[in-house]
C-alpha cells in the first residue's frame, strides 16, 4: 500500500471517529433555537450553541467567541482569534478541536532541518481533558514532554520512545517502542509540546527521520508502525476541551442575576469535574438549550418510542408522563411494570391489602432498626472520645482560642465524608505506621487522614499536649498538624497534603534524581537544617524529631521541603538538655552516641541529618546490604572516603559541575562535622542552618569547626563503631520500651 493511501486511511479513520462520539450525537431535538435570536448558529458544517457566538451580541463572553474563517470552502471555526479549530461544540461542555501537532526532523549526520514547539493557549474558561486525551510520542530516537499552566501553578509530564529497526514496533502498542503515552493532570488550560533526541537520529536515520508530539483524544489514535512515516504531512490532529462559565460556584454565580448564565427557568446548575466555573442543563423531561431564556422545553415523552415505555396508554405532562390503564383495569400501565390488568376481583384486592400491611410492618422495624443502631454508634462514639481525652483537648484549645492554629477537633462523620465513608480508592499509604487516606474537607482543603497507633489510656494527657504543641508548629517547611477526631476506637489524625512525594524517592529513583539538580539539593538541605533549627531552638517548646531521613522530608509541587513524621519525637522541658529514652529511629540515621547512651540531645537530629546530607552529595541510600560489608552504611563508607581525600569519587554525577566543587568541599566538611561520634562535637543546627544558606548565597561562614584533632574526637570510622541492629535496608527499629508510644505518627515515605 502506498504512502498516500496509508495517509488517507488514517485520516478517514480518524474522522470516523469523530463524528461517531457521544458530544456529536447531542443535538438540540428539531425546532428548539440553539443561538439567540437574530445570530448565526452555523461555521459551515458546524452548529454553533449559545454562549458560542460569532459576534459580540451573540456569545455570552469573550471566551465564546468563535472565528468563522470563509477563507475555507466550506468556512472553518476556530477558537477566538487563534489557530485552534473547532470541529464540534456540545452543550454539554466540550469541544473537539484540531490543534497543531510537534514535528522535530534531523538530516544524515544529525542536523535538526526542522523542529515546532506548537502552543495551546486557552482561556480559564476552557480545560484539556484529562481523561479522553493522552500526550502521544512517536518516533524511534526521541523523548517528548508537555508543560503550560494548570489552577495557578506551572506543570510538565513526558515520556521516551525509542527502538533499533522496524522490528521492535508491534501495531497498536503505545508502550515505549517507537511509540509512548503519558496522561495530563487535571485543570490544564496552557499546554506547550516539545520534543528531543537522545543521538539525534544519527543511528536510526535510515528507517526513522522525523519524532512527533501531540496531545490528542485517546480514542482517535491507535499505534501503526507506519506513523513513523505517513505522519509527515499531517498538521493537526483531534483534542477533547471542556467548557466552563466563568471561573467561579454555582452558589456565587445565582447571586448576580444579571450574569448568570442558565436563563431557563427548567434548568439547573451544576459544577462540571475538571476546570472552574459552572454549566447548565436542562431539566429532566426537558431538552433545549439552558443558556438561553426559554431554551428548555417540555419533550412528548409519548410521541418518542425511545422514551414511551407505557402499555397501553401514555399521557404526557409538564416536564413529565404518566401511563394510564382504560376502565376495568388496573396496575402500573408500564411495559416495564405490571402493565395493564384486567378486573378488579376480590382475591385481588385482598392479597392488595395483606400485601400493604406487610409492607408498612417491615417499614416500622426498619425504622426501628435503624434509630436503635444510630443510637447506639452515637453512645460509641461518645465513649471513645471520652477514652481518648476529648474533654481534656477541648479544655486546652478553650484556653488557646487566640490562636488561629489551635488544633481542630473533627467529628467522625466530618471525615467519613471527606474520604467517602474511607473507600480503599482514597488510600495514599499503608504500613506500620497505620492508613492513611486522602480527603476533601467541606472548605475545600485537601487533607492527609490517618489512623494512628493506639494510644495507651494512661498516657491521654501526654498524647493532648503533643497534640496541642505540634498544631502550635507555625513553619513554612514542617507538615501542618491540622487537628484530630477522638471518636474512634484508634484516633484519627489530619495533616496538610502534600502532593510531591518524599525527598527519598527524588534521590533514589532513577526516573526522578535526573531532575533534581545540586542547586536545588542544596535548597532543600538549607530549608530541612531551618526547620530543625527552628525545632530546638525557636519552638515555644523545644522539640527533638528523633527520626531524621530523607522519607521523613516531604516535597511540594515547587520542591519545597516538608518536614513531616514526629511520631517519634519528643518534647524537651525547658531546664533540660537531654532525655532519658531507649532507643528510637531507622538504622542507618540513628546517632551512635545515642544507640550507646540512650541519651536523646539536639545533637541526635544533627547526626541524621548529616546522613541526609550525604544522601544528597551521593545519591546513596543511607543502609544498603547490596554494598560490600565494609560500606553498607552509608554514613562509614563516606568518611572513609573522606579521610582518604577520595571525595569526588563518591559524589554523584549530577551533582558533580565543574564550577561547584569547592562548594562540594565545603558541604562535605559541613556533613563531616554533624557525623562525629560525640555530640559535643558536632555543630548546632543552628550554625549547620547557618553555614549552608552561606554556601547557598556564595558566603563564607566560619561558624563549623570542619577539622578536629585528638583521640577524643574521632569519627565513627575511626572510633571504630558499628551498629549491632540487624535489619533490614531503611526499616525502622524500636529498642525496649519507651514512656510514650508513638502519637504523632505522619505517612511514613508520603505526607499526604
Not at 431535538?29 to 459576534?55: E, H, Q, V, W
Not at 427557568?265 to 442543563?281: E, I, L
Not at 475545600?444 to 503533643?466: G, H, L, T, Y
Not at 534521590?507 to 535526573?514: A, G, L, M, P, S
Request: proline fraction near 4%; hydrophobic fraction near 35%; charge should be neutral.
Amino acid at each position: 500500500m502506498g504512502f498516500l493511501q496509508i495517509q488517507f486511511l488514517n485520516l478517514l479513520a480518524i474522522l470516523v471517529i469523530i463524528a461517531s462520539s457521544p458530544s456529536s450525537l447531542s443535538a438540540t431535538p428539531p425546532n428548539f433555537p440553539i443561538a439567540k435570536p437574530n445570530c448565526t448558529d452555523r461555521c459551515g458544517n458546524l452548529s454553533i450553541p449559545y454562549p458560542f457566538g460569532t459576534t459580540p451580541d451573540c456569545y455570552q463572553s469573550h471566551s465564546f467567541f468563535v472565528t468563522c474563517n470563509h477563507s475555507f470552502s466550506p468556512p472553518r471555526a476556530f477558537i477566538q482569534n487563534s489557530s485552534v479549530e473547532i470541529t464540534d461544540i456540545s452543550r454539554d461542555g466540550q469541544l473537539r478541536v484540531l490543534p497543531f501537532i510537534a514535528r522535530n526532523c534531523y538530516s544524515r549526520n544529525g542536523t535538526n532541518v526542522y523542529s515546532n514547539r506548537p502552543l495551546i493557549q486557552l482561556s480559564r474558561s476552557f480545560t484539556v481533558n484529562n481523561t479522553a486525551n493522552k500526550l502521544t510520542i512517536i518516533g524511534c530516537d526521541t523523548y517528548g514532554f508537555i508543560t503550560g499552566r494548570r489552577l495557578n501553578g506551572n506543570y510538565s509530564t513526558g515520556c521516551i520512545a525509542t527502538c533499533d529497526s522496524m522490528n521492535d514496533l508491534t501495531q497498536g502498542s503505545c508502550t515505549g517502542l517507537g511509540c509512548c503515552q503519558a496522561p495530563i493532570p487535571k485543570e490544564v488550560w496552557s499546554v506547550r509540546l516539545r520534543l528531543g533526541s537522545l543521538e539525534n537520529y544519527t543511528s536510526v536515520w535510515s528507517f526513522n527521520n522525523c519524532s512527533y508530539a501531540f496531545l490528542m483524544e485517546e480514542s482517535a489514535f491507535r499505534f501503526s508502525p507506519e506513523n513513523l512515516t505517513n505522519l509527515r504531512n499531517v498538521k493537526k490532529l483531534p483534542m477533547v476541551v471542556d467548557w466552563a462559565i466563568g471561573n467561579g460556584t454555582c452558589k456565587e454565580a445565582k447571586r448576580n442575576a444579571s450574569s448568570y448564565a442558565c436563563k431557563s427557568v427548567n434548568s439547573k446548575c451544576y459544577k462540571p469535574d475538571n476546570g472552574y466555573g459552572y454549566r447548565c442543563s436542562c431539566l429532566k423531561g426537558y431538552q433545549g438549550n439552558p443558556y438561553l431564556i426559554g431554551g428548555c422545553q417540555d419533550v412528548n415523552e409519548c410521541e418518542d418510542s425511545h422514551l414511551n415505555i407505557c402499555e397501553k396508554r401514555c399521557v404526557n405532562t409538564i416536564g413529565d408522563f404518566h401511563c394510564a390503564c382504560p376502565k376495568g383495569y388496573h396496575g402500573d400501565g408500564r411495559k416495564d411494570g405490571q402493565g395493564c390488568i384486567n378486573g378488579e376481583s376480590l382475591a385481588f384486592k385482598l392479597a392488595t391489602g395483606i400485601a400493604s400491611g406487610i409492607i408498612v410492618l417491615l417499614l416500622i422495624a426498619a425504622w426501628l432498626r435503624v434509630g436503635l443502631k444510630r443510637r447506639r454508634k452515637i453512645k460509641t462514639r461518645q465513649m471513645f472520645f471520652l477514652q481518648n481525652g476529648g474533654i481534656l483537648l477541648q479544655e486546652k484549645i478553650t484556653r488557646r482560642r487566640k490562636s488561629s492554629n489551635a488544633a481542630t477537633i473533627f467529628s467522625e462523620l466530618e471525615l467519613q465524608k471527606a474520604t467517602n465513608n474511607f473507600h480503599k480508592d482514597t488510600i495514599i499509604g499503608q504500613g506500620g505506621f497505620g492508613t492513611v487516606y486522602k480527603g476533601f474537607l467541606s472548605d475545600n482543603r485537601i487533607v492527609a487522614i490517618k489512623k494512628s497507633k493506639k494510644v495507651n489510656p494512661d498516657q491521654v494527657e501526654q498524647f493532648i499536649n503533643e497534640v496541642i504543641i505540634l498544631s502550635q508548629i507555625n513553619h513554612r517547611n514542617v507538615v501542618k498538624l491540622l487537628g484530630c477526631c477522638l471518636e474512634t476506637e484508634v484516633p484519627l489524625l489530619v495533616y496538610e497534603f502534600i502532593s510531591n512525594g518524599t525527598l527519598f524517592e527524588h534521590v533514589h529513583d532513577e526516573t526522578k534524581t535526573h531532575f533534581l539538580s545540586w542547586e536545588m539539593r542544596l535548597k532543600i538541605a538549607t530549608e530541612t537544617a531551618n526547620v530543625l533549627a527552628y525545632l530546638h531552638s525557636a519552638a515555644s517548646t523545644p522539640i527533638i524529631h528523633r527520626d531524621v531521613k530523607s522519607a521523613n522530608i516531604l516535597l511540594d509541587d515547587n520542591l519545597t521541603a516538608k518536614v513531616s513524621d514526629f511520631g517519634d519525637s519528643r518534647l524537651v522541658p525547658l531546664d533540660q538538655t537531654q532525655l532519658s529514652t531507649m532507643v528510637h529511629g531507622t538504622s542507618g540515621y540513628l546517632d551512635p552516641e545515642y544507640m550507646q547512651t540512650n541519651k536523646l540531645t539536639a545533637k541526635s537530629d544533627v547526626y541524621s541529618f548529616g546522613v541526609v546530607l550525604v544522601e544528597l552529595l551521593t545519591g546513596k541510600t543511607a543502609l544498603s546490604f547490596a554494598r560490600p560489608e565494609e560500606d553498607r552504611n552509608l554514613a562509614n563508607l563516606f568518611l572513609s572516603v573522606m579521610k582518604q581525600e577520595r571525595l569526588f569519587e563518591i559524589l554523584e554525577d549530577n551533582v558533580v559541575k565543574q564550577e561547584n566543587n569547592e562548594q562540594l568541599r565545603k558541604v562535605a566538611m559541613v556533613a563531616k562535622s554533624c557525623l562525629y561520634v560525640k555530640g559535643d562535637d558536632r555543630p548546632s543546627m543552628k550554625e549547620v542552618a547557618m553555614e549552608l544558606e552561606g554556601l547557598m548565597l556564595g558566603e563564607k561562614h566560619p561558624r563549623i569547626q570542619t577539622e578536629h584533632s585528638g583521640e577524643d574526637k574521632e569519627s565513627m570510622l575511626e572510633a571504630g563503631f558499628s551498629g549491632s541492629i540487624n535489619v533490614g535496608e531503611g526499616n525502622s527499629i524500636s529498642i525496649g520500651f519507651d514512656t510514650v508510644e508513638d502519637h504523632i505518627v505522619l505517612p511514613e515515605g508520603r505526607g499526604r
